[in-house]
């Protein structure tokens, strides 16, 4: 498209104007997740609040059945395009997902969307309402309690059209003297990371 403009009201002076794409070209995850932006997040989640919530939770849930699992799972979902939601408003008020939704307050912008899970895959707390409540079935939880204490997992960048961002998920392990209790899932804008690494940022 071209766009002409005078030029000291004299000459005319055209300019040709290609239109830009609103997405930017796809970042690079691993090399923007480094080891400190890792060790930042492990300082907000291994936290007793964290620990004693998923806790309590394990012991809670300790015997629930793959049936019972799902249950909970269709009635998380049933309740999101529902006035009455019991099970979603008891999990985003407590202290854990209070505890949650404040650091992504904290962060800025960083942190999209942080949520724990217990032994089961099963949400324990979160900063916001997330699509499902059983998470055991996806790879941010299989690819951590289900392969190790210290599994890390950094999933692929998706586009967030909506809002104009990149963004990815960072998955790990969680533990209590060793032993592992469950995962925690922590979405980065990673447009916004990318904007804080970069010099003189």
Sequence with gaps: M????????????C???SP??????????????????????????????VRISVGAQNARLAKQTQDQIDALDKQWVA??????????????SNPLSVYLAR??????????????MDQNGLNVGQ???TGDYWQGDEAKFQK????????LFID???????????????????????????????EVNLTELQRRSSPGA
């Design 127 to 129: 900063s916001s309402i």
């Design 15 to 17: 300019v040709m104007v």
């Design 2 to 13: 071209g766009i002409c403009k005078s030029l000291f009201a004299a000459a005319a002076v």
């Design 156 to 186: 692929d960048p998706e586009w967030d059209e909506d809002n104009k961002i990149w963004r990815g998920q960072v998955s790990f392990t969680l533990t209590d003297a060793e032993k592992k209790i469950g995962a925690v899932t922590m």
């Design 20 to 49: 830009v794409s609103a997405q930017t070209a796809k970042p690079d995850i691993q090399g923007l997740i480094t080891p400190s932006v890792i060790e930042d997040m492990r300082e907000w989640i291994e936290t007793d609040i």
């Design 79 to 92: 309740e999101r395009e529902s006035d009455d939601k019991p099970l979603i408003a008891a999990t985003l």
């Design 103 to 116: 650091l992504q307050g904290k962060s800025l912008g960083l942190y999209a969307e942080i949520f724990v």
């Design 144 to 151: 951590t309690y289900d392969v190790s204490g210290d599994a």
